[in-house]
Structures are given as structure tokens and as C-alpha cells.
């Protein structure tokens, strides 16, 4: 659970703070902040953006988004009034250079009365192509200059591809130090994501059995229901891969793949999962139909309701081949994991949404049972569950009960909720407070960034040059296309149906 806020006077500017990740995600974690812990008084929330609001029009409609999307909602009125007095706005426009300003007066106001200097947090919540503009011209006005107590933090994706990435990357650590910026992915401030860690870490249990001798292969599901929502005109200059697969699949897959570092520093965390991406074997161009697949939802339905294909949604070209569903197969080439596959999907409006890993051991070496006992026999699983009903499941065999001899799965089974009665914070929660405290353990480093677009570039690249020809190709409401079923099958597995709640699914 966080805890206490930092007592330094800090100011947190939001850029985009009219926007849907400020809206749905940064203001209600903000939020739930203040509920567990209220914001010292020197803590002041600065929007900006083009939308022409006052302090009280901004707070409106923040307030409504907290009353939607709060995992406390609805807020109550008098927390919400004591959390709303820290909050105000500036209308500017950072992409043209007579911005700041505004923003400068906003900063020395604050710190005039607050008699201090601020810690200046400086939260770029903008699409990815107006990153660098905003940046410079904070650097012109020259608000962001103290290397220790003045951050920037910014979304995913971190460029388009390894290119562009290096070369955003030279530009902001030309204008700012390294430890200024906080590239952040928000599934790293998921409670699950951080338990894999201490599952592995803190426990011996499992180390020993964690390599290609026991471990026949992985799975990585990140399974979306919604389409693109209002995010139309992101998306589809984005495409799965880049929105999902570059960050945060193959973060879930350095955790699980990592080697244990010698402490939890945050260098040596990130030193450690870069040695994975180092390690992920390169995927040639002519093989790349063998280790993945793209795909586009047509119309359909999800949860009994009908729901528009992707090329109908706002935002979206009416033939557009941007992908929204992604697998992957991918090889660490280590003494650990040699030979052993990873495969990864991601998709929207998938059949259920759900995030999960399924660690599936190597079947016991000798069957002794006699064959009509192990009709339901399935080798061991490991499933680390990161949303929703958070938790870890081992799947073991076991004599069913009677007089027959029957084998058959059963699930030990460990829920967050049950374990430890309370809802985990939002990883926007967890992370927020990081960089307030200036903790960057959770974040991604600039070299993460750069070798997890050395992985997809290919594939981009590859399916850049190639439109498909099939699109849509999996209908809304179901589990993705059949070349994803194919990439899986030739090597004689099959996608895991996740466990939702109950076993039905299996
Ligand atoms: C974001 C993507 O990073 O993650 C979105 O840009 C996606 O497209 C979202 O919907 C999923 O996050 P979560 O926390 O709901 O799994």
C-alpha cells in the first residue's frame, strides 16, 4: 500500500491535463493518494493544456472522472474538496514557442508563498510526437533545471522505433540528466506485476525449478475487452505492437525470465532485466510469420452487447492495417532458458479481459499411472495472475475422489483480496509516489527502451512494408485471430483459455 507522500514542497504539472490518461488514471490515483495519506499542504497539481478552463472548470471535470473511474468512486465530497483546493490550471499551448509563461508565474507563485523551492514534477501525459516540443520548450523557459529535484516524466511509447526512440533520447538527455527522466509503464506499478519479484525472490521454493529443465514453455496473455475508445487517432498510428508488445509484454517477460539480482537496487533491477532483452534471439526477416502475428477486429460482440470493427471506430482510417492484436514467439538465448518458448499476445476486444503468465512445466518423466487414471491429466502450471482477481495459482494433479483410481487438475490457489482483505493500489498510485520520492526503480531506462524496440523493429518493419491482406481477421469477442492459434500450434501447444473465476474455461 503507499504510504506517506514526500514532506518536500513539490508541484506537479501535468501536461494533457485535459486529457483521458489525466481524466481516467493520474487525477483518481492522485486521489486515492490523499484518501490513504492527505497531500501536506505544500503539494500543489498543475494542469495545462489547450482546453480554455479556470481552476473551477478544471476541477469539475476532474472530479467527474474520479467519480467514474476512482477505485474508491464515488469521491466524497468534503475529501474531494480538501484534494480539489490543491489543484489548479494553466491554458497553454507547449507545442508553440510563446508558451510557459503562464506556467512560470504559476510556479514562482507557489513557491513564493510556500517560502521554498519546490520539487517540480513535470508529467508529460501528451501523444508521443509532441513529447520532444513540450520538453524543449520547458528547457527554454528554463523551469526544469535542477538536476535533483526537478523531474520529467514520460508515457509509452518512447518512440516509434529504435530510430526515433535514440534519437528522443539523445534530445531529452541533451536538455536534461538522465536521473531527471522517468520513462514510465505503468504495468511495472501493478501490485502483481512487483510480486513476481518477491515470488521469486523471497522464496526458494521455486528458483531451483525456474529453467529450461522444468519449464517446457511460458505464456504472456494481455487480453483486452475495449476497443480504442476515445484513443482513435493514437491508435492507429500506434498499432498493438507498439502500444502494448515494445512495453509492457516484454517487461512481464524480463521479470519472469530475469536472473536474480544482488540487490534491489534500482540499477541493478534494470541491469538485470536488460540482460534478458539482450538475450531474446533476434528475429530474422525471413522468419518473421514464425514468430508473429498480427491481427484487426471486425465488428461483433462483447459481454451480449454488439460492438463496431476497429475501421469503424472514431478516429480510425475506414482501411486502416493497423493491427490491435499481436503474438509472439520469442527464444532467450541463456543457459536458462535455451530452447524454451515465450510466446506472448495481446489484443483488444478479446473474449475476457485478463492479464496473465502461465509457467507450464515439462510432464512428469515417467507415467506411472495406468492410462485410463490420467484421462484429464495436465502437466503443471504455474499461472501469475496480475489482473483482475490478482493472484497466483498452482495447478497440481490429484487423486479425484472414490474408489476409482482418476487423476485429475486441481488449483492452489492465492487471491490477493482473500489474503490480504484490501483492494492493491493503482499502479498509477504506486508510481506517482515513486517519482514523487524520486525512486526510479519502476521506471525504464533508457537503454530497456532501446533494446526492446531492437526486438519488434523487425516485425515492424516487416509488417510496415507489407499491408495485410486480411483485415479484419478475428471477430470482437473472440480470442484473436487463427494465425495466432497456427504460431502456437506448430509447435504442438495451444493458447491457455485463462481461469476466469471459475474452471469452466479450461
Ligand atoms: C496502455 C495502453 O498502456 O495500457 C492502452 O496504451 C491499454 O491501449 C492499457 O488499454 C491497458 O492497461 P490496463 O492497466 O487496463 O491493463
Known amino acids: 500500500m503507499p504510504t506517506a507522500m514526500s514532506h518536500e514542497p513539490t508541484v506537479l504539472v501535468i501536461f494533457g491535463g485535459g486529457g483521458d490518461l489525466a481524466w481516467r488514471k493520474l487525477i483518481p490515483a492522485l486521489f486515492n ?28 471535470h476532474l472530479r467527474a472522472g474520479v467519480d467514474l473511474f476512482s477505485r474508491r468512486k464515488p469521491a466524497n465530497e468534503e475529501s474531494w474538496n480538501r484534494f480539489a483546493e490543491h489543484v489548479s490550471y494553466v491554458s497553454d499551448d507547449f507545442s508553440t514557442p510563446a508558451s510557459g509563461p503562464a506556467l512560470s508565474r504559476k510556479l514562482e507563485e507557489l513557491e513564493r ?29 528554463g523551469v526544469c ?31 536534461f540528466a538522465e536521473t531527471q527522466i522517468y520513462r514510465i509503464d505503468h504495468y511495472l506499478g501493478k501490485e502483481t506485476v512487483q510480486n513476481i519479484l518477491a515470488f521469486r525472490f523471497a522464496n526458494s521454493l521455486y528458483e531451483p525449478i525456474w529453467d529450461r529443465r522444468y519449464i517446457d514453455h511460458v505464456q504472456i496473455t494481455v487480453a483486452e475487452t475495449v476497443g480504442v475508445e476515445e484513443r482513435g487517432g493514437y491508435y492507429d498510428q500506434a498499432g498493438a505492437l507498439r502500444d502494448m508488445v515494445q512495453n509492457h509484454l516484454l517487461q512481464i517477460l524480463c521479470l519472469i525470465a530475469m536472473e536474480p539480482p544482488i540487490s534491489f537496487d534500482a540499477d541493478e ?32 460482440t462483447i459481454k451480449e452487447k ?46 475476457a479481459k485478463v492479464s496473465e503468465i502461465s509457467i507450464l512445466f515439462r510432464p512428469a518423466p515417467h507415467q506411472l499411472f495406468p492410462s485410463a487414471a490420467v484421462e484429464n491429466w495436465q502437466p503443471n502450471r504455474l499461472i501469475i495472475r496480475i489482473q483482475p482477481e490478482e493472484g497466483i495459482i498452482t495447478r497440481i494433479q490429484a487423486k479425484q475422489p472414490g474408489t476409482r483410481l482418476l487423476l485429475g487438475p486441481v488449483d492452489m490457489e492465492f487471491r490477493y483480496r482473500d489474503a490480504f482483505r484490501s483492494a492493491p ?25 532501446e533494446c526492446a524496440w531492437k526486438i519488434v523493429d523487425p ?6 512494408s507489407v499491408p495485410p491482406g486480411d483485415f479484419p481477421d478475428y471477430a470482437a469477442g473472440s480470442w484473436g485471430p487463427e494465425s495466432a492459434d497456427l504460431l502456437i500450434a506448430r509447435d504442438g501447444h495451444h493458447w491457455l483459455q485463462p481461469i476466469i473465476k471459475t474452471m469452466e474455461n479450461v
Open 269 to 300: 533491477v534494470r541491469n538485470r532485466k536488460v540482460d534478458v532483452l539482450r538475450a531474446i534471439r533476434p528475429i530474422r526477416p525471413d522468419e518473421i510469420h514464425h514468430h508473429a502475428v498480427r491481427g484487426q477486429y471486425g465488428n461483433g
Open 306 to 351: 454488439a460492438v463496431p470493427g476497429y475501421r469503424e471506430e472514431a478516429g480510425v482510417a475506414t482501411d486502416s492495417p493497423t493491427e490491435t492484436f499481436a503474438a509472439f514467439k520469442l527464444f532467450i538465448d541463456n543457459w536458462r532458458w535455451q530452447g524454451v518458448p515465450f510466446y506472448l499476445r495481446t489484443g483488444k476486444r478479446l473474449a
Open 33 to 60: 493518494l490523499h484518501l490513504d495519506n492527505p497531500l501536506p499542504g505544500h503539494f500543489a497539481i498543475v494542469g495545462v493544456g489547450r482546453k480554455p478552463l479556470d481552476d473551477a472548470g478544471f476541477r469539475n
Open 113 to 141: 508563498v510556500w517560502g521554498a523551492r519546490a520539487n517540480r514534477i513535470f508529467y508529460l501525459a501528451i501523444p508521443p510526437d509532441m513529447v520532444e516540443a513540450a520538453a524543449a520548450q520547458l528547457q527554454r523557459i
Open 459 to 464: 516485425v515492424l518493419e516487416a509488417w510496415e
Open 425 to 449: 493500489p493503482e499502479a498509477y498510485e504506486t508510481l506517482l509516489l515513486d517519482v514523487i520520492r524520486g525512486d526510479a526503480t519502476l521506471f525504464m531506462r533508457a537503454d530497456q527502451v
Open 145 to 175: 533545471r535542477d538536476c535533483l529535484r526537478d523531474r520529467l516524466v514520460v508515457e509509452k511509447p518512447f518512440g516509434r522505433n529504435l530510430a526515433s526512440a535514440r534519437e528522443l533520447d539523445r534530445s531529452l538527455t541533451g536538455m
